[in-house]
């Protein structure tokens, strides 16, 4: 249920779905098991996992969804051996060559003998819609993931206008000044950890761990033109994460303070926990990307196009 790495969205227009209109248009599109021949499924699953018994589960405002997909795995080095296999014995059976079309078949017939006895990868991925604060926010370490889902949604709703966040100032030069001219906002505070490149496509890639981002190494660093890509902070007191140049968020810890605070209910109640936990978790989350925003110069309504 906490979610971990975060890739956020600004929607462009107003999300208007209620949480009724939303659980019918994902129910249209549910996830089922892969077939014996088939390569891949993509659909929604029960927000809450095997202890619930919906797609939408709406806690203070918020919608939590979670997609799942399904993939067979063909090792694509046995497939381009079979299809040599293939190629060398046409070639002395006829004493030519495949042509490009007959490799294309060949794959396609060597994908389908394999598929049935192919292994099955599960991924599920949860994301959280806030209206309110005109956010979706994905769990996932993976752009391309996160992409995939907000695919599928505008798939089922038939339109999902959602947009990056771009602050004006490239977020690296910002995250770069925070370490040289010690300007990071009040409530967060830098961590021990930090990724710095030097300019060039060539440049130098830097990695620190355990170090004091104010020492004189670090500024060492710095005052060589290099600039931070990635930057480990800490925010409120509440969780610590690494934050991206491209705003992706890495490695969220909750600290122990926030999940003491659903202590008192009781464990046995599992969706009674687990709806007291994304409450508590998406609030935060929505409170801090605000805030982190904000140190960029920006709001989540920001890219709602005006009319």
Request: charged fraction near 30%; include cysteine.
């Amino acid at each position: 249920m906490w979610f971990k790495n975060l890739y956020f969205f600004a929607f462009t227009r107003p999300f208007e779905w209620s949480e009724q209109d939303l659980e019918k248009h994902l129910s249209e599109h549910l996830f089922t098991p892969l077939g014996s021949t088939e390569i891949s499924h993509f659909g929604w699953i029960n927000a809450l996992g095997k202890h619930g018994d919906t797609s939408v589960h709406s806690a203070n405002g918020n919608f939590l969804i979670c997609a799942r997909k399904e993939e067979k795995m063909l090792p694509a080095s046995v497939i381009k051996d079979m299809i040599e296999e293939k190629v060398n014995l046409l070639e002395q059976e006829q004493g030519r060559g495949a042509t490009k079309k007959e490799k294309e078949q060949f794959k396609e017939d060597i994908t389908f003998e394999l598929l049935p006895r192919a292994f099955s990868r599960i991924t599920d991925t949860h994301a959280y819609i806030s209206p309110v604060n005109n956010i979706i926010v994905i769990n996932s370490s993976s752009r391309g993931k996160a992409e995939d889902l907000l695919a599928l949604l505008r798939k089922v709703l038939g339109t999902l206008p959602v947009s990056s966040f771009e602050p004006d100032v490239c977020a690296d030069e910002t995250m770069t000044d925070w370490l040289n001219e010690k300007s990071l906002g009040g409530k967060f505070t830098l961590g021990m950890e930090a990724e710095f490149n030097a300019l060039g496509d060539d440049g130098a890639v830097v990695r620190v761990k355990n170090q004091d981002l104010l020492s004189e190494e670090i500024k060492s660093h710095l005052d060589a033109d290099k600039y931070v890509v990635k930057v480990a902070l800490e925010w409120d007191e509440s969780l610590s994460f690494i934050l991206c140049d491209d705003l992706a968020i890495k490695r969220v810890k909750f600290f122990d303070v926030i999940h003491e605070q659903n202590d008192d209910i009781d464990s046995d109640d599992v969706i009674a926990k687990l709806d007291a936990d994304f409450a508590l978790m998406s609030g935060e989350l929505n409170r801090f990307i605000i805030e982190l925003l904000a140190e960029f110069s920006m709001k989540t309504t920001d890219l709602l196009e005006k009319d």
